[in-house]
């Protein structure tokens, strides 16, 4: 089963121990309605570990991701195994504006945030 997803804005950002891809839907006024944030957690005791945040619901892992392809303004994510979070959905697929300042995120952050589970597609 696949969860789409459709977002205006893309950011990405690097904090002390994560990297981190944020999608968001906004309202005319700026609000945000929906968003998505992707995070690649590095500790110093711990193996790299990604999460995803749905509108405050938080699911990840060291196991979460088995490929993902990012396709001009479409990523697919696909789940090791069903997100309960979701309706166990195995599929995330997000579409976002391609804007110049997204597609810069998302070249910025895409490999950073989700390493070597990118398979396949182009940027």
Same mark, same amino acid.
């Given at each position: 089963?696949?969860?789409?997803r /459709?977002y205006?804005?893309?950011? /990405?950002d690097?904090r002390?121990n994560?990297?981190?891809l944020?999608f968001?839907?906004t309202?005319?006024?700026g ?7 992707l ?8 193996e790299?570990? &990604?999460y ?10 060291h196991n ?5 392809r ?7 994510l696909?789940l090791h195994e069903?997100a309960?979070? &979701?309706?166990?959905t ?12 997204n597609l810069?995120?998302m ?6 945030? &989700? ?6 597609g182009?940027?």
């Amino acid at each position: 089963m696949s969860h789409s997803r /459709f977002y205006d804005t893309v950011t /990405f950002d690097v904090r002390d121990n994560a990297t981190m891809l944020f999608f968001a839907r906004t309202s005319d006024e700026g609000d945000i309605e929906d968003y998505m944030l992707l995070m690649r957690s590095v500790e110093d005791d711990f193996e790299e570990s &990604l999460y995803i945040e749905i509108n405050e619901d938080l699911f990840g892992g060291h196991n979460l991701l088995s490929e993902v392809r990012l396709l001009d303004n479409t990523l697919t994510l696909i789940l090791h195994e069903p997100a309960k979070e &979701l309706d166990n959905t195995s599929e995330i697929v997000l579409t976002f504006d391609a804007t110049e300042e997204n597609l810069a995120s998302m070249e910025a952050g895409a490999f950073r945030v &989700l390493g070597d589970t990118i398979k396949g597609g182009n940027a």
